[in-house]
């Protein structure tokens, strides 16, 4: 069973730096690119950034570009998001999500971890 | 940059309709294209990939078609665990992109 379980949320100030992580299980992580897709509350999905399985390649959202930023143990079956200069507009839930081998669609999500960004 | 566009934006149907929804990509994306149900304070949960192609487990009233620009999504009896939102995404070795989501209520 594919479990991705998200942690690291919490409520922070505008300017603030804050590190996600995201453990996976019940799969070979180091073969699977992954994801992170945010929520603002009421919102639709907005995709975050991906990193390939092996970390040779990464991209970003333009909204996050140049201060978020993606990583990966696999050693440890663990997914980062580095968010610097956190903005207002950040608040959001984040998940993870596994893509799919060959196509990378998300096939599989965490349950999500509420970044709320307020002064 | 592609743009992915869902129709309609709300639909009120009743348990046992057929619901269609639609969503169009600003250029030709192929068949690069998944489907999603959101339930409130849930994660999305993946229905069809490759425009047509059924998630295991995933039951058999939801299908998917289209290819290019235009897809579409279709409950064909509508169920009461059904009622949530539904969104579309492009996806390729780099980014996804979203459409703004369907919202499936009760009539």
């Known amino acids: 069973q594919v479990y991705l379980v998200e942690s690291g949320g919490a409520v922070v100030q505008p300017g603030t730096s804050l590190r996600l992580s995201c453990g996976a299980s019940g799969f070979t992580f180091s073969s699977f690119g992954m994801h992170w897709v945010r929520q603002a509350p009421g919102k639709g999905l907005e995709w975050v950034a991906f990193?390939?399985?092996?970390?040779?390649?990464?991209n970003y959202a333009d909204s996050v570009k140049g201060r978020f930023s993606i990583s990966r143990d696999n050693s440890k079956n663990t997914l980062y998001l580095q968010m610097n200069s956190l903005r207002v507009e950040d608040t959001a839930v984040y998940y993870c999500?596994?893509?799919?081998?060959?196509?990378?669609?998300?096939?599989?999500w965490g349950q999500g971890t509420l970044v709320t960004v307020s002064s | 940059d592609i743009q992915m566009t869902q129709s309609p934006s709300t639909l009120s149907a009743s348990v046992g309709d057929r619901v269609t929804i639609t969503c169009r990509a600003s250029q030709s994306i192929s068949s690069w294209l998944a489907w999603y149900q959101q339930k409130p304070g849930k994660a999305p949960k993946l229905l069809i990939y490759?425009?047509?192609n059924l998630e295991n487990g995933v039951p058999s009233r939801f299908s998917g078609s289209g290819s290019g620009t235009e897809f579409t999504l279709t409950i064909s009896s509508l169920q009461p665990d059904d009622f949530a939102t539904y969104y579309c995404?492009?996806?390729?070795?780099?980014?996804?992109?979203f459409g703004g989501g369907t919202q499936v209520e009760i009539k």
């Open positions: 995404q492009h996806y390729n070795s780099f980014s996804l992109t």
């Open positions: 999500s596994r893509g799919y081998t060959g196509s990378y669609y998300p096939d599989y």
């Open positions: 990193m390939w399985y092996d970390g040779s390649n990464k």
């Open positions: 490759k425009a047509s």
